[in-house]
């Protein structure tokens, strides 16, 4: 029998997942259902484990056959062109397979079928163009496969269709305008390929659309103001294309929208207000294009707003107070544009806000103590902006905040140790600013922290000991302040830690032996400090390490030999110090060494000719 000659192609754990198919009453075994007259008419094994492929399946041996649903297994090879003796058959699903080879074009054949699923395998070709003979399909889904070529204008005559998913494939060419006489589609995707061309304006016939994917292709033109009349779209997702163009404010009609992307593309122009008419809108994503203009006070209507990005735009005035009214909303990111005014207070209401980026903007004043009350916070980029003023203490009450990105600005006063009590911190950096003050010591309380970015502000004071309990540490910068003091020993503990950078301070003192417990540290830069004693011979346990300056000190002695253990070394600077002695022939070693900078020192005796080697 047809179905028993398959199973024993089959590797023996599919056989043994099979155990039932044995005798010759198939109407008893397992995913197998027969008619009155004990005919097979249904073969479902989805999700069963199978592994092998259809060479040995006779499809002749099953004329009644009306659904083959094979789904989500490991089968492989080609799918048979036998397979058109199914001459009945209602439904095929060979989706979540790893078939290759050729859509067979006998599939044509199989008038009766209204579901064909090769979804999510691994097959190669064009689409059959004796698939337009399938008059009564009601879903199409070739999607995640490397299918090549056009999409065939033969589609348009499919007048049935429901579904059609294309996606995920390596087709090109143009969205040929005959789609738009699918009157019965609800969803269409063809997003991820290779299309060119126009979005046709014929897409704006389809009255029971729900859902239009044409996202990652290179389509460009504007976008059509026909869309406008999908007055069943929920999702409209049209980014990462060339689009260029004004976003249409015919798009204002879709009432049922609830995901409006149209991100990176070259969109131009304002935003219209008439997005604000958009009640039923849960993510709008305008970002990466080249919009100007306002922010319209529109969006504040949109009640159900969760997610609001219109980030690296050209976007400009000041950010409208209608904003506070969203209460739903979760993400908002206005960062990279030319926004100004000041960060409004009223941004403190949105208590179920996760991420508010409105960095790189030219906003002024200070940072209102309302944000505070953002108690679900997790991110907070503020960076690269005007702000002045002090770091508001209300920050502390951030439980959940994960990221305190307040760097480049022209913020003042000092640190407040209310940051202290943000336990879930993982990355605080305050660069390039005017904070004064010392370090705070409770900044070792922050146990998750990974980054911990001070530099470029005039802090005073010694560094706090207490850093060296920060564990979780990846990246210390405390660069070009005015620090003061020794180098903690403690910092030793940071096993993780890969950049250390303590130039251009006052420090003083010898640099601690405990460094050369770092393993994992890559950059190490202690240059421009007033530091004293030797170059410790620990140095020479550092294996990952690639940068080491140490230049314009007043470090002394003899250049440890150990230095010669760096293989991952290829840039150190020990020039303008006080040291003696011999260049160490195992510099010799250094083989990733492009560059080295012993000037200004007293060292002695010839040039190593080890040296050759490097």
């Given amino acids: 029998m047809a179905l028993l000659n398959w199973k024993t192609s089959l590797n023996n754990k599919s056989q043994s997942l099979l155990s039932s198919w ?10 197998i259902n027969c008619d009155h007259s004990g005919s097979v008419t249904h073969l479902n094994l989805s999700n069963y484990g199978l592994r092998g492929t259809l060479h040995n399946l006779n499809f002749q041996s099953l004329p009644h056959l009306l659904s083959l649903n094979l789904s989500h297994n490991s089968l492989s090879g080609i799918i048979n062109s036998n397979i058109s003796h199914l001459s009945k058959l209602f439904l095929l699903d060979l989706s979540g397979n790893q078939f290759t080879g050729r859509i067979p074009f006998e599939i044509g054949k199989l008038t009766s079928l209204h579901v064909i699923d090769l979804s999510a395998n691994h097959m190669t070709g064009l689409i059959p163009q004796d698939l337009g003979a399938l008059s009564s399909l009601s879903k199409l889904d070739f999607s995640s496969n490397n299918l ?3 999409i065939p204008t033969f589609l348009g005559n499919l007048s ?21 006489m699918l009157s019965s589609l609800t969803n269409l995707a063809l997003q991820s390929n290779n299309l060119i061309g126009v979005i046709p304006a014929s897409l704006g016939n389809l009255s029971k659309l729900t859902n239009l994917y044409l996202f990652e292709n290179q389509l460009s033109g504007s976008i059509p103001q026909e869309l406008g009349m999908l007055s069943s779209l929920t999702d409209l997702e049209l980014s990462t294309n060339k689009l260029t163009g004004v976003i249409p404010a015919s798009l204002g009609k879709l009432s049922k929208l609830a995901t409006l992307y149209l991100f990176e593309n070259q969109l131009s122009g304002s935003i219209p207000q008439e997005l604000g008419m958009l009640s039923s809108l849960i993510d709008l994503d305008l970002s990466t294009n080249k919009l100007i203009g306002v922010i319209p006070a529109s969006l504040g209507n949109l009640s159900k707003l969760t997610t609001l990005y219109l980030f690296e735009n050209q976007l400009s005035g000041s950010i409208p107070q209608e904003l506070g009214m969203l209460s739903s909303l979760t993400d908002l ?19 179920n806000l996760t991420t508010l980026y409105l960095h790189t903007n030219q906003l002024s004043g200070f940072i209102p103590q309302e944000l505070g009350m953002l108690s679900s916070l997790i991110d907070l980029e503020l960076t690269t902006n005007n702000l002045t003023g002090v ?14 990105y307040l760097f480049e600005n022209q913020l ?6 209310e940051l202290g009590m943000l336990s879930s911190l993982t990355d605080l950096e305050l660069s390039i600013n005017n904070l004064m003050g010392v370090i705070p010591a409770f900044l070792g309380n922050l146990s998750n922290l990974n980054t911990l970015y001070l530099h470029t502000n005039p802090l005073s004071g010694s560094i706090p000991q207490e850093l060296g309990m920060l564990t979780s540490l990846i990246y210390l910068k405390l660069t070009t302040n005015n620090l003061t003091g020794v180098i903690p020993a403690s910092l030793g503990n940071l096993s993780k830690l890969t950049t250390l950078y303590l130039f251009e301070n006052q420090l003083s003192g010898s640099i601690p032996q405990e460094l050369g417990m770092l393993s994992s540290l890559i950059d190490l830069e202690l240059a421009i400090n007033n530091l004293t004693g030797f170059i410790p011979a620990s140095f020479g346990n550092l294996s990952k390490l690639t940068t080491l300056y140490l230049s314009k000190n007043q470090l002394s002695g003899s250049i440890p030999q150990e230095l010669g253990m760096l293989s991952s070394l290829t840039d150190l600077d020990l020039s303008i110090n006080n040291l003696t002695g011999f260049i160490p022939a195992s510099f010799g070693n250094l083989s990733k060494l492009t560059s080295i900078y012993l000037h200004t020192n007293r060292l002695s005796g010839s040039f190593p000719q080890e040296f050759g080697i490097v």
């Avoid at 044995?22 to 995913?31: D, E, F, K």
């Avoid at 544009?337 to 409004?344: A, C, D, S």
């Fill in 391 to 404: 770091i508001p203490a209300s920050l502390g009450n951030l439980s959940k905040l994960t990221t305190l």
């Fill in 160 to 180: 049935n269709l429901i579904i059609l998913y294309l996606h995920m494939n390596q087709l090109f060419g143009s969205i040929p305008q005959e789609l738009g």
């Fill in 22 to 31: 044995v005798g010759t009453t198939p109407c008893n075994w397992v995913g």
């Fill in 333 to 351: 990111k206005l960062s990279t544009n030319n926004l100004t005014g000041v960060i409004p207070a009223f941004l403190g209401n949105l208590s």
């Fill in 412 to 417: 003042s006063g000092s640190i407040p140790q």
């Fill in 148 to 150: 090549t070529g056009v």
